[in-house]
């Protein structure tokens, strides 16, 4: 009879410690850019319009190109590390857009403090600082 007081009570005990843990996920979207990626960075190709500039600032980043006429923006940014070095930015572009903007994603791998590997709807290479 002392073992099945026992069982149960063990049961009850892990049923309690399981229940009261909470799940935290890792997928969350933080607000703004991540520190390493904020500055001023110039691609290493240089294509027909120019060198391709990007600049990232806390909740702002801006992709053009020396000669383009009108640089591509993404307001409202928000980031998620995918794995080491590894980061997704998304934002909304309201240029030409419907009221709410459309959403544009980008995926940043960081080579280093002076070196990234961009990859985006209208660019892809590395970048330097």
């Not at 990232?56 to 995918?82: C, F, I, N, Q, W």
Request: hydrophobic share 35%; charged share 20%.
């Amino acid at each position: 009879m002392k073992k099945f007081y026992l069982v149960i009570v063990a049961v009850a005990f892990s049923f309690l410690m399981f229940a009261t843990t909470q799940q935290v996920s890792a997928a969350t979207y933080h607000s703004g850019t991540p520190k390493i990626l904020r500055g001023h960075w110039r691609s290493a190709k240089k294509t027909s319009l120019g060198h391709g500039i990007m600049n990232v600032h806390k909740t702002k980043v801006y992709l053009h190109s020396r000669l383009a006429p009108d640089p591509e923006g993404m307001m409202h940014a928000k980031y998620k590390r995918t794995s080491k070095g590894h980061y997704k930015l998304i934002g909304r572009n309201y240029a030409n857009a419907p009221v709410g903007g459309s959403i544009i994603s980008i995926r940043v791998k960081v080579y280093s403090h002076h070196k990234i590997y961009v990859k985006g709807q209208s660019m892809k290479g590395v970048y330097y600082k």
